[in-house]
């Protein structure tokens, strides 16, 4: 994972998909549950992320947006999102900085839209900087407690 970053030439830095990205803006919540036809939301610190679910399976990105790093609402709304099911592109976009990347990562983001570009080889870093884990996640990693009852 960390020794292939992924780039983009748009505003996506980071990208962890082999699918095409979404090339076209997204709406915001309301926008999207008004119309039949919208595949890219942006949720907002303050929407719901539950009023996506029934729309799931229309959707080809969801941004989050995280317009102050200390503003953790978006892990939230990722890890719900995830936990229903969406298997879209979760980004994470605005105030994103290295020391979040590898807990956005477990949340079940899977590209970075970071409002200033991140230094490459210290984000390499913080995308492994925790190579076991204790807690599940949208990740899906093998957690410790499993791993010691591996056989």
């Known amino acids: 994972m960390a020794d292939n970053l992924g780039t983009s030439p748009d505003e ?3 990208r962890f998909r082999d699918d095409d990205p979404v090339d076209h803006g997204t709406v915001t919540v309301d926008s999207a ?3 039949t036809n919208a595949n890219a939301v942006r949720i907002e610190p303050g929407d719901d992320a539950r009023l996506l679910l029934p729309f799931l399976d229309r959707l080809a990105l969801v ?3 995280f ?4 503003d953790g609402r978006g892990y939230s709304a990722a890890r719900i999102l995830r936990e229903a099911g969406y298997a879209g592109e979760l980004r994470a976009v605005g105030d994103v900085l290295i020391d ?3 807990h ?4 079940g983001f899977d590209s970075f839209a970071p409002d200033k570009r991140l230094d490459e080889d210290d984000a390499a870093r913080a995308f492994a900087t925790w ?3 204790y807690q599940r996640a949208a990740d899906a990693r093998v957690i410790i407690a499993d791993k010691r009852h591996e056989a």
């Open 67 to 70: 317009p102050a790093f200390g």
């Open 131 to 133: 190579e076991n884990v």
């Open 100 to 102: 979040q990347l590898s």
């Open 12 to 14: 996506v830095q980071f």
């Open 104 to 107: 956005m990562r477990r949340c």
């Open 33 to 35: 549950l008004e119309q």
């Open 63 to 65: 941004e989050v947006n």
